[in-house]
């Protein structure tokens, strides 16, 4: 059987270019969220199988890439169902891993905890541009922090590094889920119908308000409590006063405190941004994920017409495995999403380090080669990067590749200039 070059479909090979950019980034990254106070922490890529299952991860417990049990546990002939045959899984985000990590280390721990965490993470998804099986997600995470505070900060941070990245004009979409629940229950939709409502009010981007009536319909929904939801939103703007006339609109059905909680988010943000962009107040924003229960936002950028990064309050996630609710806020940036923006946009590491190649002629006496690997080396103390390379035959080609990499300096050592002296 032929092997295959190419790699397994929805995941990819990655080239220098790429990978000087990638480098670069999570460099960035790191020294950008470390201004802020978070700490770097780490889990591991496999999870337990029914932390995986626990019906936290949405539509992502579909797409789990599952890992049969190993040795004698693996019985193919006795086993029933599957929970016989795994007990493991590839994680699908970071956020999971990490409550499971806090829940086993939290007495080890500064409180709040602000992390940062870098990591691969698998779903069984279909491949699309911007979207792999495998990828890299990039979460900042502040846990026991039940004020506003963790919100603004988390805010904060993540456009900070999208400004430093040259990234501008993007924006902030945020709302809450309790507002969400708070618009549904005043337009009289039962609490068990929530999750249904709330998918269909999802693709509003999508398909517009005409086409979320028409899916409320379908799905059996009567006309008067559409249209009172629907009116809603054709009266909301996307602003502070959007979140003050919804606070007077739903009246008792929702904690004023919340309304006010998100409007100082907006405000604070507003007044002590780093980087251009906007905050917007979106009442159709939802978040897939089940575990959130208060604010969610995600960042909006035109060039790439979808979202590059979200996140959201979940502070009920780390009860699950204590037993006691812990106050959980993150933002996740689309790592994968924003290298390929830079590399389509020929995005160059402005902290390159000059680079300098020598090229060695064919039938270099020994003296000669290290005559070459020495004056390598006082390049590179001088903080050059350095290739040595043997010079091929079709030279102009050689250079010109070299040229793309970065070489702006390239010497040619031919053996005339390092014979010994007679």
């Not at 929805?10 to 960035?28: A, F, N, S, T």
């Amino acid at each position: 059987m032929a092997l295959k070059k190419k790699p397994v479909t929805g995941m990819k090979d990655m080239l220098p270019r790429e990978m000087e950019i990638r480098d670069y980034v999570i460099q960035m990254i790191k020294d950008t969220y470390r201004t802020f106070g978070f700490s770097s922490m780490e889990t591991p890529c496999v999870e337990h199988i029914e932390n995986l299952l626990s019906k936290q991860g949405g539509e992502n417990e579909q797409l789990i890439f599952k890992i049969l049990k190993r040795g004698a546990k693996l019985n193919l002939e006795t086993a029933s169902c599957e929970a016989d045959l795994v007990d493991g899984g590839l994680r699908y985000d970071l956020t999971l891993p990490l409550s499971r990590y806090y829940a086993n280390h939290a007495n080890e721990l500064p409180s709040p905890f602000k992390a940062l965490q870098i990591g691969n993470v698998w779903r069984a998804d279909r491949p699309q541009r911007g979207r792999f099986r495998q990828f890299m997600q990039c979460d900042i995470d502040i846990l026991g922090e039940a004020s506003n505070l963790a919100e603004i900060e988390l805010i904060l941070a993540t456009s900070t590094l999208l400004g430093k990245l040259d990234f501008k004009n993007f924006t902030i979409r945020i709302n809450d889920r309790r507002i969400l629940k708070a618009m549904a229950a005043y337009s009289g939709f039962p609490e068990d119908s929530y999750d249904e409502v709330f998918i269909i009010l999802d693709k509003m981007d999508k398909i517009g308000l005409e086409g979320v009536e028409t899916e409320l319909k379908e799905a059996g929904y009567g006309q008067e409590k559409v249209d009172k939801y629907l009116e809603l939103f054709k009266e909301v703007t996307n602003d502070l006063a959007g979140i003050r006339y919804l606070k007077e609109k739903l009246g008792s059905f929702l904690d004023q405190e919340v309304a006010d909680g998100l409007s100082m988010i907006i405000s604070s943000v507003e007044e002590t941004k780093e980087a251009e962009f906007k905050m917007s107040f979106d009442p159709t924003l939802v978040r897939g994920m089940s575990y959130y229960t208060g604010t969610i936002f995600e960042i909006s950028m035109d060039e790439f017409g979808g979202s590059v990064g979200g996140g959201g309050r979940y502070d009920k996630m780390i009860g699950k495995f204590t037993g006691q609710e812990t106050p959980a806020c993150g933002f996740s940036i689309g790592f994968e999403r924003i290298v390929m923006l830079l590399l389509e946009s020929g995005y160059q590491v402005p902290t390159q380090k000059e680079k300098k190649a020598f090229l060695i002629e064919k039938g270099m006496p020994e003296q000669g080669i290290v005559k070459i690997l020495a004056l390598a080396k006082e390049e590179r103390e001088q903080g050059k990067q350095v290739m040595i390379a043997n010079m091929k035959k079709n030279k102009k080609f050689q250079k010109e590749q070299l040229a793309q990499e970065g070489y702006t300096d390239v010497k040619e050592c031919f053996v005339r200039e390092f014979l010994p002296e007679e």
